[in-house]
């Protein structure tokens, strides 16, 4: 079952900060964040396995609930760049993690100078 | 360090043709996945290779097949085109086992007319 991303599209200013919400009602081994710009490959941001773990590297981090079967990822002070839909994808609790991945509908994220 | 390479980029087909896309993974990965992203949507998984088989399918009907070379390189071949099919296909690598990254290709844009 696919997981369900919320918000779907959001619109910020520079410099504002966003959260991107992925759940899902199966238990995962793993949460990965992409971001796809329009006619692009999805782009990997991170990873997170199962254990409650926060990442992050530059100003994107994200987190994981195990107990909640949830994911967010964070996006602080953002940048024109950042622009683009972001994904969620899962790899459920069972299964391996060699290259399966259940994706989210994805969230529009568009920043404006 | 070769990233994930597809081809062709773009093509057109018209209904009830047969395609054949081809995927090179990134270097040192051996596990190969196919993804279809229609607009608007994210990636749906199709199928897998490891070790030249065939490991995990997703819920495509036969028409959808591949292969997996010696040299890890994949093909999804696709028969009786549909006007549906016209898609993004996105091939995607990783390193099996232990390595839980997925790295996508710039995919290939399939148009059925």
């Known amino acids: 079952q696919q997981p369900v991303q919320s918000p779907q599209a959001v619109i910020l200013r520079e410099g504002e900060d966003a959260v991107i919400n992925c759940s899902s009602s199966k238990a995962l081994y793993s949460v990965h964040w992409y971001r796809q710009k329009h006619g692009e490959a999805p782009i990997f941001l991170m990873i997170?396995?199962?254990?409650?773990e926060q990442k992050g590297h530059d100003k994107i981090s994200a987190s994981f609930n195990e107990k909640k079967q949830q994911s967010s990822l964070y996006l602080t002070a953002s940048q024109l760049s950042y622009s683009g839909t972001y994904f969620c994808?899962?790899?459920?609790?069972?299964?391996?993690?060699?290259?399966?991945?259940?994706f989210g509908q994805g969230t529009i994220l568009t920043v404006h100078p | 360090d070769a990233g994930v390479t597809q081809s062709p980029t773009h093509l057109i087909k018209t209904r009830g043709q047969q395609v054949t896309l081809r995927c090179s993974p990134k270097?040192?990965?051996?596990?190969v996945s196919w993804y279809q992203q229609a607009l608007g949507q994210g990636p749906q998984f199709i199928f897998q290779?490891?070790?030249?088989?065939?490991?995990q399918r997703g819920n495509f009907p036969d028409r959808f097949s591949g292969h997996q070379f010696p040299n890890y390189s994949s093909e999804l071949n696709v028969n009786a085109l549909l006007l549906g099919d016209s898609a993004l296909y996105l091939c995607?690598?990783?390193?099996?086992?232990?390595?839980?990254?997925?790295?996508f290709g710039e995919g290939s844009w399939l148009t059925v007319v």
């Open positions: 270097s040192g990965h051996d596990t």
């Open positions: 290779y490891y070790e030249e088989e065939e490991r």
């Open positions: 994808g899962t790899a459920n609790a069972g299964g391996t993690s060699y290259g399966k991945l259940t």
């Open positions: 997170l396995l199962k254990g409650g």
């Open positions: 995607a690598s990783s390193l099996a086992p232990g390595s839980n990254t997925i790295y």
